[in-house]
């Protein structure tokens, strides 16, 4: 009796380990490209904060007011700007919120078969640009660095 399909098998489980293992490292390229500071200065982002309806009545604020689980009623009120730092066209974009970043991730599609991406809408637009934006592509040059690695 032959092992032949035992062994092949056994190297279907190891070459799927592998291509698991390759389809991380991509992930994780993907995320380093993604974890790096913009690097030109934008504009300025307003902040905001919370406070409670009666200081912002007491300091003459006016903003949002919302009520809060426990029923205060809390007002969101402008506090100053921030700097944002965005990414120059064709380098990967800027972190602003960390939801792209977040988002990558490594579905096993069927056996040999995986795909690294993300479900996030604007995704596209910043990989392959629009007609008002310049790309700033994150999956590619990942995955061409991925290719010319050992």
Same mark, same amino acid.
């Given at each position: 009796? =032959?092992?032949?399909?035992?062994?092949?098998?056994?190297?279907? /489980?190891?070459?799927? &380990?592998?291509?698991?293992? $390759?389809?991380?490292?991509?992930?994780?390229?993907?995320? #380093?490209?993604?974890?790096?500071?913009?690097? $030109?200065?934008?504009?300025?982002? #307003?902040?905001?904060?919370?406070? =409670?309806? *009666? $200081?912002?009545?007491?300091? @003459?604020? *006016?903003? *949002?007011?919302?009520?809060?689980? +426990?029923? +205060?009623?809390?007002? /969101?009120?402008?506090?100053?700007? /921030? %700097?944002?730092?965005?990414?120059?066209?064709?380098?990967?974009?800027?972190? $602003?919120?960390? &939801?792209? &970043?977040?988002?990558?991730?490594?579905?096993?599609?069927?056996?040999? #078969?995986? #795909?690294? @991406?993300? +479900?996030? %809408?604007?995704?596209?637009?910043? %990989?392959?640009?629009? *007609?008002?934006?310049?790309?700033?592509?994150?999956?590619?040059?990942?995955? %061409?660095?991925? /290719?010319?690695?050992?």
């Amino acid at each position: 009796m =032959s092992n032949l399909p035992h062994t092949q098998a056994a190297i279907q /489980r190891i070459a799927d &380990r592998q291509l698991a293992r $390759q389809a991380q490292q991509l992930r994780g390229i993907i995320v #380093r490209q993604l974890s790096q500071p913009g690097t $030109q200065v934008a504009a300025l982002r #307003r902040t905001y904060r919370n406070i =409670s309806h *009666r $200081q912002a009545q007491a300091l @003459g604020l *006016r903003g *949002r007011s919302m009520q809060t689980a +426990n029923g +205060n009623i809390r007002t /969101r009120v402008r506090s100053g700007y /921030r %700097e944002i730092k965005v990414s120059a066209p064709g380098d990967s974009p800027a972190v $602003q919120t960390g &939801r792209l &970043r977040q988002s990558i991730t490594v579905q096993k599609v069927k056996a040999g #078969r995986y #795909r690294v @991406g993300t +479900n996030v %809408e604007y995704a596209p637009y910043l %990989e392959f640009g629009t *007609r008002n934006m310049q790309p700033r592509p994150f999956m590619r040059p990942a995955l %061409e660095k991925h /290719r010319h690695e050992p």
